[in-house]
């Protein structure tokens, strides 16, 4: 279990970094897919399926494929993109960065109790209980989404769809 | 297919006359589109489709002919006629289903030759004008996009005149040819 | 799209895919080494010269007359006359080379040889390893025996052995005509 | 030297390409369904065309130019290779003209098996249209290998008759080269009685496939008059409606003894140019049943000079060729070669309006629309 | 070392005394010998549990790379002897051994990658296109408990699996840095997102029904419990037949919904645009020579299989058949003719109805084929998910003939919207 924990973080570090850090988008977006798919490794350690599903489906599957497609589509994509990253104040806003990470973490673990025995002992299937915790308790919420995500469907074809001649 | 009878062109317009071979008309270059327009519209001939185009060379050439010189003896005469191309265009009716109407245009001098296209009347004349200027080197004027049809870009001679002789780029074999000239 | 024609079409292939296996009608490819042979008796690739009775030389029709050289629209055929000891040009071919990688059948010679000494082979397999020399069809590769067109062009044979008796007794005809004719004139003197 | 000056004609359709970059792919000489080697250089705005611009010449070997050099008899295996999927009717309209040119006269006999053997190629070249057809469309071979199953027994006749089963060479002018058995043409009896099941399991197959029918209707119409000014012939203008059959018309050699139908389609679209090769199938059966029904026997060739020298002149014979009107123009001064021999290719005319054809479509519909067009690049490129 | 291995050696002989005795249950011998190797491996740590990973895992590769192997025989068979021709007879009996010799042909060819091609991109694609493929036969229940991962949510997380492939098919399409592979990408995108609604939206039908996501219990809900466990064989038999949901209304139009979508997702006959060898010479694979392309091509067959794998899952209740208790055995469970039979049997039936389409129809265009995805199958989807929703809450005499009236009305409704106007297929031609 340790083992593979390990593995998915170097993974997500290098994921990260090389995000921000490649010249070439494309090769940015590939390590940003491999960021995702380590994140939802990570939940199936937790034994946390649904979450690491909806992590593939909709990081892996639709965001991440989104980012691509818009990136090979679009002809500005010279392989690499030459301006140089490093501002020369580099330095400094890593050390103020840190600075500030540390800052506000200490004080949080210091202050607040662990506790000592893990917090549930059998893990029984947790799709069934979502799902009657979505029908019952948040259902407005649920519907109130369903409304806005189908809007922003239809803007969005009104916008790509080319224009009719009337 | 019952041909068209000439009559009435040749009344419409006198200067055109009957070739050598009797079925062809021969129209001089200049007026060869008005005759063009009247034969599409005539109830007459309606001719709708071009069906054929073809170049044809006559290199210059002198022939002989008996001809009375000045003391009245017949003695030949030489009389070198100077070559050209000549453009056939074989019309049909499908209204009226009547046979080829064969109009010829003969150009004067075989080098940069130029004639009226027919591509804006007929559409079927244009790839086969492009190939007339592609193998004879006629220039028509009037065609939307005259370049070689068949030839490469960078082909400079005209294939199909007599006077071609085609380059010797033939293969390498090592057996000499038997045949006389060739080497391949 | 309501389906019936994309149904009507897979019953039709499904008709193709079991038939395949009952009707001769249907399987009609003939796998080629161990297969059947699908020669025909006029089927035409490349021509041979024909020779009477055992010696190919001295048995050969072709008189060299250069008709079927002048005639081949791809020009692939050459021949030099015979030349006996004293320079005499003889009736017969030294050299008949037909360049098999030109010629493409069309048997244009066959009909204009007046001498029925050329015939077009129906055997195929004619590969070579090299272009130029395998290709290159000399006088002894070309003669083949009278049997050998009877066995593979039976008709065409009979029929140009009959011409050839027919033309034979012509000769014999007007052979015994002259020697009539003159054996006529001569008591006279 | 790209010179093009003048108006472009009313119907000819000039595009302003807006400043969007556009995909520009050559559909080249090497892709699987240009049916040869053919080049159209096409502008895409995604999938749909904006601009196609169609390069011949890649097998041209200037075929006329062969002919001014050899005599009348030795070009007569060369055009076998003009539209080489029917050879036999590119002999007969080579054959045609010369008779018309030496006038020639063709016995009875010779002329039926002329018919026959016209007949017989014409379903060749419509069964490989149809096939090819579908090819393009995408199903992966099954109904181009049921045509080329067809087509195999009819090679078979052919190679009976002259030889060989594509490069025929047989006809002669004034007739034919050699006769054909009776056996040939008990055979020749028992396919054409065995062919009209093949077309119904076609058309089962094929005419009402929803498939077939979305993707082929309502794509490349063509309008009757554009075709008629465009000098397109054969089943491509008949399927625009236009009533214009040579066989009928020209009624050459002894068409005039049979009666059969012209089919004519409606829209002029790709269905309808696929349907009327269907239909025209069935004419040619009709057609070959009734010459099989009364072939006479008699001499098969008329006598004929062996080099052949005619006097001086010139001659257009034309042919209602599977493709279209196949014409060959001879001038002769009199020699033993021609002085001009030109080839009307009715493929390389039909293909004029590729290009206004396919403008607006897809890109899987120009591969539709140029194999509706049926054409052979030997034919094209001369 | 040694002496681990002697005492697993004297183990086996002391398990094998001890169970072939009591054999009541034959399917599950499998299950039986894993099990205990499972036990087996707990306790030799580390090394133990990738074993135990390993054997749940390899099998799957193995089984389906040989069905991929034999489903290649069978298609060139297939398509040869619909076509009236004889498929592959050359290599070994009746052509059996041609995928291999495919695959050495295929190992042994160079693998050419374009100059100007984006070099990681094209390595990567293909790699990429295994993991979908691969992972998605993890929960297909083959047999009676024999299930490589039997997690509560496997349906959702085969489909979330199966969005990635669009994902290496573009990138194979757009690194090889021709026009037509790109093309074939950008038709391979829109087909793959636009195929994946009717997909799950057909799929959710059962999961509504069954109540669970889970494949197993998927499959052990397609029997009839009350006739499995009587005592008359012919009950027995029928129980686990009736019991697919295909024999419902809304099972059957589920059941063609999902066949069509899993066409269209494993870029087979009539939507094969992406590599559309008419058009656009191989699409997104025209630049993949030698082992990258049979890795594609090894891809898409397993996906295919993983895609068809869920379909008898679903509706054709994946390893129920024709089966009756064996007369010797006390378990009520326990199945004469083991339920892995069933599985294969019913893919390559499929499989089978899938190389028959190859076989015969011509391919969609690109807007058709939208337009097909959005404006056919789409409707009837959400149609047939309200349909089955009604049928739960009736009686079975109310609700059958009230769902089949619904379904096929709305079939003939969504046609008829979608004939377009300008096309009239049924067409007169006049003679002259």
């Given at each position: 279990?340790?083992?593979?924990?390990?593995?998915?973080?170097?993974?997500?570090?290098?994921?990260?970094?090389?995000?921000?850090?490649?010249?070439?988008?494309?090769?940015?977006?590939?390590?940003?897919?491999?960021?995702?798919?380590?994140?939802?490794?990570?939940?199936l350690?937790?034994?946390?399926?649904?979450?690491?599903?909806?992590q593939?489906?909709?990081?892996?599957?639709?965001?991440?494929?989104?980012?691509l497609?818009?990136?090979?589509?679009?002809?500005?994509?010279?392989?690499?993109?030459?301006?140089?990253?490093?501002?020369?104040?580099?330095?400094?806003?890593?050390?103020?960065?840190?600075?500030?990470?540390?800052a506000?973490?200490?004080?949080?673990?210091?202050?607040?109790?662990?506790p000592?025995?893990?917090?549930?002992?059998?893990?029984?299937?947790?799709?069934?209980?979502?799902?009657?915790?979505m029908?019952?308790?948040?259902?407005?919420?649920m519907?109130?989404?369903?409304?806005?995500?189908?809007?922003?469907?239809?803007?969005?074809i009104?916008?790509a769809?080319?224009?009719?001649?009337? | 297919?019952?041909?068209?009878?000439?009559?009435?062109?040749?009344?419409?317009?006198?200067?055109?006359?009957?070739?050598?071979?009797?079925?062809?008309?021969?129209v001089?270059?200049?007026?060869l589109?008005?005759?063009?327009?009247?034969?599409?519209?005539?109830?007459?001939y309606?001719?709708?489709?071009?069906?054929?185009?073809?170049?044809?060379?006559?290199?210059?050439?002198v022939?002989?002919?008996?001809?009375?010189?000045?003391?009245?003896?017949?003695?030949?005469?030489?009389k070198?006629?100077?070559?050209?191309?000549?453009?056939?265009?074989?019309?049909?009716?499908?209204?009226?289903?009547?046979?080829?109407?064969?109009?010829?245009?003969?150009?004067?001098?075989?080098?940069?030759?130029?004639?009226?296209?027919?591509?804006?009347?007929?559409?079927?004349?244009?790839?086969?004008?492009?190939?007339?200027?592609?193998?004879?080197?006629?220039?028509?004027?009037?065609?939307?996009?005259?370049?070689?049809?068949?030839?490469w870009?960078?082909?400079?001679?005209?294939?199909?005149?007599?006077?071609?002789?085609?380059?010797?780029?033939?293969?390498?074999?090592?057996i000499?040819?038997?045949?006389?000239?060739?080497?391949? | 799209m309501?389906?019936?024609?994309?149904?009507?079409?897979?019953?039709?292939?499904?008709?193709?895919?079991f038939?395949?296996?009952?009707?001769?009608?249907?399987?009609?490819?003939?796998?080629?080494?161990?297969?059947?042979?699908?020669?025909?008796?006029?089927?035409?690739?490349?021509?041979?010269?024909?020779f009477?009775?055992?010696?190919?030389?001295?048995?050969?029709?072709?008189?060299?007359?250069?008709?079927?050289?002048?005639?081949c629209p791809p020009?692939?055929?050459?021949?030099?006359k015979?030349?006996?000891e004293?320079?005499?040009?003889?009736?017969?071919p030294?050299?008949?080379?037909?360049?098999?990688?030109?010629?493409?059948?069309?048997?244009?010679?066959?009909?204009?040889?007046?001498?029925?000494?050329?015939?077009?082979?129906?055997?195929?397999?004619?590969?070579?390893?090299?272009?130029?020399?395998?290709?290159?069809?000399?006088?002894?590769?070309?003669?083949?025996?009278?049997?050998?067109?009877?066995?593979?062009?039976?008709?065409?044979?009979?029929?140009s052995?009959?011409?050839l008796?027919?033309?034979e007794?012509?000769?014999?005809?007007?052979?015994?005509?002259?020697?009539?004719e003159?054996?006529?004139?001569?008591?006279?003197? | 030297?790209?010179?093009?000056?003048?108006?472009?004609?009313?119907?000819?359709?000039?595009?302003?390409?807006?400043?969007?970059?556009?995909?520009?792919?050559?559909?080249?000489?090497?892709?699987?369904?240009?049916?040869?080697?053919?080049?159209?250089?096409?502008?895409?705005?995604?999938?749909?065309?904006i601009?196609?611009?169609?390069?011949?010449?890649?097998?041209?070997?200037?075929?006329?130019?062969?002919?001014?050099?050899?005599?009348?008899?030795?070009?007569?295996?060369?055009?076998?290779?003009?539209?080489y999927?029917?050879?036999m009717?590119?002999?007969?309209?080579?054959?045609?003209?010369?008779?018309?040119?030496a006038?020639?006269?063709?016995?009875?006999?010779?002329?039926y098996?002329?018919?026959?053997?016209?007949?017989?190629?014409?379903?060749?070249?419509h069964?490989?249209?149809?096939?090819?057809?579908?090819?393009?469309?995408?199903?992966?071979?099954t109904?181009?290998?049921?045509?080329?199953r067809?087509?195999?027994?009819?090679?078979?006749?052919?190679?009976?008759?002259?030889?060989?089963?594509?490069?025929?060479?047989?006809?002669?002018?004034?007739?034919?080269?050699e006769?054909?058995?009776?056996?040939?043409?008990?055979?020749?009896?028992?396919l054409?009685?065995?062919?009209?099941?093949?077309?119904?399991?076609?058309?089962?197959?094929?005419?009402?496939?929803?498939?077939?029918?979305?993707?082929?209707?309502?794509?490349?119409?063509?309008?009757?008059e554009?075709?008629?000014?465009?000098?397109?012939?054969?089943p491509?203008?008949?399927a625009?409606?236009?009533?214009?059959?040579?066989?009928k018309?020209?009624?050459?050699?002894?068409?005039?003894?049979?009666?059969?139908?012209?089919?004519?389609?409606?829209?002029?679209?790709?269905?309808?140019?696929?349907?009327l090769?269907?239909?025209?199938?069935?004419?040619?059966?009709?057609?070959?049943?009734?010459?099989?029904?009364?072939?006479?026997k008699?001499?098969?060739?008329?006598?004929?000079?062996?080099?052949?020298?005619?006097?001086?002149?010139?001659?257009?014979?034309?042919?209602?060729?599977?493709k279209?009107?196949?014409?060959?123009?001879?001038?002769?001064?009199?020699?033993?070669?021609?002085?001009?021999?030109r080839?009307?290719?009715?493929?390389?005319?039909?293909?004029?309006?590729?290009?206004?054809?396919?403008?607006?479509?897809?890109?899987?519909?120009?591969?539709?629309?140029?194999?509706?067009?049926?054409?052979?690049?030997?034919?094209?490129?001369? | 070392?040694?002496?681990?291995?002697?005492?697993?050696?004297?183990n086996i002989?002391?398990?094998?005394?001890?169970?072939?005795?009591?054999l009541?249950?034959?399917?599950?011998?499998?299950?039986?010998?894993?099990?205990?190797?499972r036990?087996?491996?707990?306790n030799?740590?580390?090394?133990?549990?990738?074993?135990a990973?390993?054997?749940?895992?390899?099998?799957?590769?193995?089984?389906?790379?040989?069905c991929?192997?034999?489903?290649?025989?069978?298609?060139?068979?297939?398509?040869?002897?619909?076509?009236?021709?004889?498929?592959p007879?050359?290599?070994?009996?009746?052509?059996?051994?041609?995928?291999?010799?495919?695959?050495?042909?295929?190992?042994?060819?160079?693998?050419?990658?374009?100059?100007?091609?984006?070099?990681?991109?094209?390595?990567?694609?293909?790699?990429?296109i295994?993991?979908?493929?691969?992972?998605?036969?993890?929960?297909?229940?083959?047999?009676?408990?024999?299930i490589?991962?039997?997690?509560?949510?496997?349906?959702l997380?085969?489909?979330?699996?199966?969005?990635i492939?669009?994902?290496?098919?573009?990138?194979?399409?757009?690194?090889?840095?021709?026009k037509?592979?790109?093309?074939?990408g950008?038709?391979?995108?829109?087909?793959?997102?636009?195929?994946e609604?009717?997909?799950?939206?057909?799929?959710?039908?059962?999961?509504?029904?069954?109540?669970?996501?889970?494949?197993?219990?998927?499959?052990?809900?397609?029997?009839?419990?009350?006739?499995?466990?009587?005592?008359?064989?012919?009950?027995?038999?029928?129980?686990?037949?009736?019991?697919?949901h295909?024999f419902?209304?809304?099972?059957?139009?589920?059941?063609?919904?999902?066949f069509?979508?899993?066409?269209?997702?494993?870029?087979?006959?009539?939507?094969?645009?992406?590599?559309?060898?008419?058009?656009?010479?191989?699409?997104?694979?025209?630049?993949?020579?030698?082992?990258?392309?049979?890795l594609?091509?090894?891809?898409?067959?397993?996906?295919?299989f993983?895609?068809?794998?869920?379909?008898t899952?679903?509706?054709?209740?994946?390893?129920?058949?024709p089966?009756?208790?064996?007369?010797?055995?006390?378990?009520p469970?326990?199945?004469?003719?083991?339920?892995?039979?069933?599985?294969?049997?019913?893919?390559?039936?499929?499989?089978g109805?899938?190389?028959?389409?190859?076989?015969?129809?011509?391919?969609?265009r690109?807007?058709?084929l939208?337009?097909?995805?959005?404006?056919?199958?789409?409707?009837?989807?959400?149609?047939?998910?309200?349909?089955?929703?009604?049928?739960?809450?009736?009686e079975?005499?109310?609700?059958?003939?009230?769902?089949?009236?619904?379904?096929?009305k709305?079939?003939?409704?969504?046609?008829?919207?979608?004939?377009?106007?300008?096309?009239?297929?049924?067409?007169?031609y006049?003679?002259?």
């Open positions: 279990m340790i083992i593979t924990f390990c593995i998915l973080s170097v993974f997500i570090i290098i994921g990260a970094v090389s995000t921000i850090r490649l010249h070439n988008i494309v090769y940015a977006v590939f390590s940003l897919m491999l960021l995702f798919s380590a994140i939802a490794g990570i939940f350690l937790l034994m946390a399926e649904f979450v690491a599903v909806a593939i489906l909709i990081y892996l599957g639709a965001v991440g494929v989104l980012i497609f818009a990136v090979m589509l679009t002809h500005s994509v010279t392989g690499s993109s030459g301006k140089n990253i490093y501002s020369n104040g580099w330095g400094w806003g890593l050390l103020l960065s840190l600075s500030i990470l540390f506000t973490l200490l004080p949080a673990i210091y202050f607040s109790d662990f000592s025995d893990p917090a549930v002992e059998i893990i029984e299937p947790s799709v069934k209980k979502l799902g009657m915790e029908m019952h308790s948040c259902v407005p919420a519907w109130l989404i369903a409304i806005l995500l189908t809007a922003a469907l239809i803007g969005g009104v916008i769809a080319p224009p009719q001649k009337r | 297919m019952k041909p068209f009878d000439i009559q009435p062109l040749t009344q419409r317009f006198p200067f055109v006359h009957a070739d050598a071979f009797g079925n062809a008309l021969i001089p270059a200049k007026n589109v008005s005759i063009v327009e009247w034969i599409q519209a005539s109830r007459l309606l001719c709708d489709t071009l069906s054929n185009v073809t170049g044809v060379d006559f290199l210059p050439k022939i002989e002919e008996e001809g009375k010189d000045s003391e009245g003896n017949s003695v030949k005469i030489k070198n006629i100077p070559g050209y191309i000549e453009v056939v265009y074989h019309f049909y009716s499908i209204e009226l289903k009547r046979g080829p109407l064969t109009i010829k245009v003969r150009s004067n001098g075989r080098d940069n030759v130029r004639l009226p296209s027919l591509m804006p009347h007929y559409r079927s004349a244009e790839f086969q004008e492009r190939e007339i200027f592609d193998l004879y080197g006629v220039y028509f004027e009037g065609h939307y996009d005259l370049r070689r049809l068949l030839m870009e960078s082909f400079e001679d005209f294939p199909m005149r007599k006077d071609y002789v085609p380059p010797n780029d033939n293969e390498y074999e090592p000499a040819s038997r045949h006389s000239g060739g080497d391949a | 309501n389906g019936q024609g994309i149904l009507k079409g897979m019953l039709v292939t499904a008709k193709n895919f038939g395949s296996y009952v009707s001769r009608e249907r399987l009609t490819t003939v796998s080629y080494p161990e297969g059947g042979n699908t020669i025909k008796e006029q089927s035409r690739n490349i021509p041979f010269l024909v009477d009775g055992e010696d190919p030389v001295a048995g050969m029709r072709c008189t060299a007359c250069q008709k079927c050289e002048k005639a020009q692939c055929i050459f021949i030099e015979d030349k006996d004293r320079g005499k040009a003889l009736q017969r030294k050299v008949f080379d037909i360049d098999a990688s030109v010629c493409m059948g069309c048997q244009i010679c066959v009909e204009v040889c007046p001498f029925e000494s050329i015939w077009m082979d129906s055997n195929f397999e004619l590969s070579t390893f090299n272009r130029f020399e395998g290709l290159q069809f000399n006088r002894e590769k070309l003669l083949k025996s009278n049997t050998y067109f009877h066995k593979i062009h039976p008709q065409q044979a009979q029929a052995d009959d011409r008796a027919e033309k007794r012509k000769r014999l005809e007007r052979e015994a005509a002259r020697r009539a003159k054996s006529a004139s001569e008591p006279q003197v | 030297m790209n010179t093009s000056t003048g108006y472009a004609p009313r119907n000819y359709k000039i595009v302003k390409h807006k400043d969007k970059t556009l995909l520009e792919v050559a559909m080249g000489p090497h892709h699987p369904s240009t049916h040869g080697v053919f080049r159209m250089d096409v502008k895409l705005d995604g999938e749909t065309i601009d196609l611009i169609p390069y011949f010449g890649y097998l041209h070997r200037n075929h006329e130019k062969l002919a001014e050099d050899m005599t009348y008899f030795s070009t007569m295996p060369y055009t076998d290779r003009l539209d999927l029917c050879s009717t590119n002999n007969w309209a080579y054959a045609l003209t010369v008779e018309k040119l006038n020639i006269s063709v016995p009875e006999r010779a002329e098996i002329r018919v026959i053997i016209g007949e017989l190629t014409r379903l060749v070249n069964m490989l249209l149809v096939g090819f057809y579908i090819n393009d469309l995408g199903a992966i071979g109904p181009l290998l049921y045509a080329l067809e087509r195999e027994k009819i090679l078979d006749l052919f190679e009976w008759a002259s030889g060989a089963r594509m490069m025929c060479n047989y006809l002669r002018f004034g007739g034919i080269r006769d054909v058995s009776d056996e040939w043409l008990a055979s020749c009896n028992k054409v009685d065995a062919f009209p099941y093949f077309l119904d399991e076609y058309d089962q197959l094929l005419t009402g496939n929803e498939i077939v029918i979305s993707r082929s209707q309502g794509v490349g119409v063509l309008s009757k554009l075709a008629i000014n465009a000098g397109i012939t054969g491509m203008l008949r625009s409606g236009v009533n214009y059959d040579l066989r018309t020209d009624s050459y050699s002894i068409y005039d003894r049979f009666n059969f139908r012209v089919p004519l389609g409606q829209f002029g679209d790709c269905y309808d140019r696929f349907m090769r269907l239909l025209e199938m069935r004419e040619s059966i009709t057609i070959l049943k009734q010459a099989l029904r009364d072939i006479p008699g001499e098969i060739q008329s006598k004929v000079p062996p080099v052949l020298k005619p006097k001086p002149g010139e001659a257009y014979g034309r042919i209602e060729s599977p279209g009107e196949l014409g060959f123009y001879l001038v002769s001064d009199g020699s033993v070669n021609p002085y001009r021999y080839v009307r290719p009715p493929s390389l005319i039909n293909l004029t309006l590729l290009r206004d054809l396919c403008i607006g479509h897809k890109l899987a519909d120009t591969i539709i629309i140029f194999g509706s067009i049926d054409i052979v690049l030997g034919e094209v490129d001369r | 070392m040694q002496d681990t291995l002697n005492l697993f050696v004297m002989g002391q398990w094998l005394s001890a169970n072939l005795g009591t009541n249950n034959p399917d599950q011998i499998i299950v039986e010998i894993a099990r205990w190797l036990t087996e491996f707990g030799w740590g580390v090394v133990g549990f990738i074993l990973n390993l054997m749940a895992t390899v099998p799957l590769i193995a089984v389906f790379s040989g991929f192997a034999l489903t290649t025989w069978l298609e060139r068979k297939g398509l040869g002897r619909i076509q009236n021709r004889y498929g007879n050359r290599v070994g009996p009746y052509g059996l051994f041609q995928p291999m010799a495919d695959g050495i042909k295929m190992l042994l060819k160079e693998d050419i990658v374009p100059e100007r091609a984006d070099k990681i991109g094209h390595f990567l694609a293909p790699v990429i295994m993991i979908p493929a691969m992972t998605g036969l993890v929960f297909l229940p083959i047999g009676r408990n024999i490589a991962a039997s997690i509560d949510s496997a349906l997380f085969f489909f979330a699996i199966g969005s492939v669009s994902l290496s098919v573009f990138m194979a399409g757009w690194a090889s840095h021709n037509f592979s790109l093309v074939g950008m038709r391979a995108i829109a087909q793959l997102v636009s195929y609604m009717p997909l799950i939206l057909s799929a959710v039908v059962v999961v509504m029904f069954v109540g669970s996501m889970n494949t197993s219990v998927i499959v052990e809900a397609q029997q009839i419990k009350s006739w499995v466990t009587s005592d008359a064989p012919a009950l027995q038999c029928l129980g686990q037949v009736l019991g697919w295909v419902q209304p809304w099972g059957l139009m589920g059941f063609l919904l999902l069509v979508s899993a066409l269209a997702e494993a870029n087979r006959s009539p939507f094969d645009l992406p590599e559309a060898d008419s058009e656009i010479i191989a699409g997104h694979l025209t630049e993949y020579s030698g082992f990258k392309y049979a594609f091509f090894l891809a898409e067959y397993v996906n295919t993983a895609i068809i794998g869920i379909c899952t679903l509706f054709l209740g994946g390893w129920n058949g089966n009756i208790r064996p007369p010797w055995s006390d378990d469970q326990a199945l004469l003719i083991p339920g892995f039979v069933w599985f294969f049997l019913k893919i390559f039936v499929l499989m109805i899938m190389i028959w389409i190859r076989g015969t129809l011509p391919r969609l690109i807007d058709q939208m337009g097909f995805a959005w404006k056919f199958l789409l409707p009837l989807a959400i149609i047939n998910l309200l349909v089955a929703g009604c049928f739960y809450h009736m079975w005499y109310f609700g059958w003939p009230f769902s089949i009236l619904i379904l096929c709305s079939y003939a409704i969504v046609v008829r919207l979608n004939k377009s106007k300008l096309v009239n297929s049924n067409r007169t006049t003679y002259a």
